[in-house]
């Protein structure tokens, strides 16, 4: 091989760069998100009422697109009634709706969004839900 | 048929993945099967064709340049077009790796007014860096779900490229810009005759099969949502070899993930091995010193010489027999 020296050093960097998430990831167990919805308003709820806004797969995939137009409806229009695909009314606010049952933010949110590295900019505006009383759920580990 | 005939494969890729997965349900086969078998052909293709290029011999310098080349002392030379050491070689190289500037002297030609004019053509060069570049975004970006936890460089990626927070899920510049960038170098060679003339099946195989891959996922992160805790659920479990297949993904993750897996086996077979071939461009690795460092040439042979004192040993008494005279007696 001609210039074997720098051709090989070359390659081993390159090798080096592309199996990144290999290497990198040795060792480390990967551990699944695991969303809770175990909060207590949730919990006072007669067990055929503890439904969400929409159906659940609805939910994961479309709920940031609902906030979204929530979000527009409500600075924009007035619009503070939303009214879900099985005729029940909501209000249209992340604070005192969303997060009335789903008080966990760092169990119910964070848990995917942290996962998935996605950063939604809900709580540059909104006011984050104080998460200090001591409840089942939050009592192991904290996400940095 | 050399436009057409990639445009009907990738066509082919894409609805092989849809059968495969929502027809016949083989999930662990494109989820799993495929990807590591596309990614070891990656890896012993890339590193198999760089050795072979590697083995090539480079008898001499190239000095193929638009610059001065280093001679007398009065002469200024110009270090970085014509470069004389390894310093200047490595400038000259940066600035190709990084900033294309070969393509950067891109010219058109054409005849006006009966005189053939050429002028500067800037444009393959734009659309070139903005494709790469916004190529190299979107692999950073993807880290996200090959990692965990996810390095800070992955994070300044995906918040730079969201930075103006349009929409939601965030809008990616990148995704725009890739677009149409390689809509550019598509449609060019369908526009402009001579290039449409030189253009093979295997030019405008490798743009279907990205613009395919970049369509897929805009599709998959904008429109028809997937379960995206279950992707990087499916993802870690192939780079920490404990791969399973989770519940809820979309067909849409696997026709995206078998485009991937085509290009990173089609890669080493194909004129995209630019990547490591730009490394190894001897008009543009080397530096022009010929007249300063003898080169000899790696495929000289050794010469076998039979020198005349070494016949006349052999042949001594046999030329004194014939009268015929000897140096050494």
């Given at each position: 091989?001609?210039?074997?020296?720098?051709?090989?050093?070359?390659?081993?960097?390159?090798?080096?760069?592309?199996?990144?998430?290999?290497?990198?990831?040795?060792?480390?167990?990967?551990?699944?998100?695991?969303?809770?919805?175990?909060?207590?308003?949730?919990?006072?709820?007669?067990?055929?009422?503890?439904?969400?806004?929409?159906?659940?797969?609805?939910?994961?995939?479309?709920?940031?697109?609902?906030?979204?137009?929530?979000?527009?409806?409500?600075?924009?229009?007035?619009?503070?009634?939303?009214?879900?695909?099985?005729?029940?009314?909501?209000?249209?606010?992340?604070?005192?709706?969303?997060?009335?049952?789903?008080?966990?933010?760092?169990?119910?949110?964070?848990?995917?969004?942290?996962?998935?590295?996605?950063?939604?900019?809900?709580?540059?505006?909104?006011?984050?839900?104080?998460?200090?009383?001591?409840?089942?759920?939050?009592?192991?580990?904290?996400?940095? | 048929?050399?436009?057409?005939?990639?445009?009907?494969?990738?066509?082919?890729?894409?609805?092989?993945?849809?059968?495969?997965?929502?027809?016949?349900?083989?999930?662990?086969?494109?989820?799993?099967?495929?990807?590591?078998?596309?990614?070891?052909?990656?890896?012993?293709?890339?590193?198999?064709?760089?050795?072979?290029?590697?083995?090539?011999?480079?008898?001499?310098?190239?000095?193929?340049?638009?610059?001065?080349?280093?001679?007398?002392?009065?002469?200024?030379?110009?270090?970085?077009?014509?470069?004389?050491?390894?310093?200047?070689?490595?400038?000259?190289?940066?600035?190709?790796?990084?900033?294309?500037?070969?393509?950067?002297?891109n010219l058109k030609s054409e005849?006006?007014?009966?005189?053939?004019?050429y002028g500067s053509a800037?444009?393959?060069?734009?659309?070139?860096?903005?494709?790469?570049?916004?190529?190299?975004?979107?692999?950073?970006?993807?880290?996200?779900?090959?990692?965990?936890?996810?390095?800070?460089?992955?994070?300044?990626?995906?918040?730079?490229?969201?930075?103006?927070?349009?929409?939601?899920?965030?809008?990616?510049?990148?995704?725009?810009?890739?677009?149409?960038?390689?809509?550019?170098?598509?449609?060019?060679?369908?526009?402009?005759?001579?290039?449409?003339?030189?253009?093979?099946?295997?030019?405008?195989?490798?743009?279907?099969?990205?613009?395919?891959?970049?369509?897929?996922?805009?599709?998959?992160?904008?429109?028809?949502?997937?379960?995206?805790?279950?992707?990087?659920?499916?993802?870690?479990?192939?780079?920490?070899?404990?791969?399973?297949?989770?519940?809820?993904?979309?067909?849409?993750?696997?026709?995206?993930?078998?485009?991937?897996?085509?290009?990173?086996?089609?890669?080493?077979?194909?004129?995209?091995?630019?990547?490591?071939?730009?490394?190894?461009?001897?008009?543009?690795?080397?530096?022009?010193?010929?007249?300063?460092?003898?080169?000899?040439?790696?495929?000289?042979?050794?010469?076998?010489?039979?020198?005349?004192?070494?016949?006349?040993?052999?042949?001594?008494?046999?030329?004194?027999?014939?009268?015929?005279?000897?140096?050494?007696?």
């Amino acid at each position: 091989m001609y210039d074997g020296g720098k051709i090989i050093t070359g390659l081993v960097v390159f090798i080096g760069l592309v199996t990144f998430p290999l290497w990198s990831n040795v060792g480390k167990a990967a551990k699944k998100p695991d969303p809770k919805i175990d909060t207590p308003v949730i919990q006072q709820l007669p067990e055929k009422e503890r439904k969400c806004i929409e159906p659940k797969a609805l939910m994961q995939a479309e709920h940031m697109k609902i906030l979204n137009d929530w979000r527009d409806a409500v600075v924009r229009d007035g619009n503070r009634i939303y009214v879900s695909s099985s005729g029940k009314s909501f209000n249209m606010s992340l604070q005192k709706e969303c997060m009335n049952c789903h008080s966990n933010k760092k169990k119910f949110c964070d848990e995917c969004h942290n996962y998935a590295d996605v950063k939604p900019y809900c709580w540059t505006c909104h006011i984050e839900p104080k998460e200090k009383e001591k409840v089942a759920w939050a009592s192991i580990e904290e996400n940095s | 048929m050399r436009l057409w005939l990639p445009l009907i494969a990738v066509l082919a890729l894409i609805l092989i993945a849809y059968a495969g997965v929502s027809g016949a349900g083989m999930n662990y086969l494109f989820g799993v099967f495929i990807p590591y078998i596309a990614f070891l052909i990656f890896l012993i293709g890339f590193i198999s064709r760089v050795v072979k290029w590697g083995r090539s011999p480079v008898p001499f310098r190239i000095p193929t340049t638009a610059g001065q080349e280093k001679s007398l002392p009065w002469i200024k030379d110009n270090k970085i077009d014509n470069p004389s050491t390894t310093g200047g070689v490595i400038i000259r190289m940066l600035l190709e790796v990084f900033l294309f500037r070969s393509l950067f002297r891109n010219l058109k030609s054409e005849l006006s007014g009966g005189k053939l004019a050429y002028g500067s053509a800037k444009w393959l060069w734009l659309a070139g860096l903005a494709f790469h570049y916004s190529f190299l975004t979107i692999l950073i970006r993807h880290l996200r779900f090959f990692t965990e936890p996810i390095p800070f460089f992955v994070k300044w990626a995906e918040t730079l490229d969201g930075i103006l927070q349009v929409g939601v899920p965030t809008f990616y510049q990148t995704d725009m810009v890739i677009l149409a960038a390689v809509a550019y170098l598509f449609l060019r060679r369908v526009f402009v005759p001579q290039l449409r003339y030189i253009s093979l099946a295997n030019d405008y195989f490798p743009l279907f099969l990205i613009l395919s891959i970049a369509v897929s996922g805009i599709l998959m992160r904008y429109f028809f949502k997937t379960n995206i805790v279950g992707v990087k659920e499916l993802t870690m479990g192939l780079v920490t070899f404990s791969p399973k297949i989770p519940e809820g993904i979309g067909v849409i993750f696997y026709i995206h993930l078998f485009l991937v897996s085509i290009l990173f086996a089609y890669f080493p077979f194909s004129k995209l091995m630019h990547m490591g071939g730009v490394f190894l461009s001897p008009t543009r690795n080397l530096a022009n010193n010929n007249r300063a460092v003898r080169h000899i040439n790696p495929w000289n042979y050794p010469v076998k010489v039979h020198t005349y004192e070494e016949y006349e040993d052999e042949f001594r008494e046999v030329m004194k027999e014939a009268g015929i005279p000897v140096e050494k007696e």
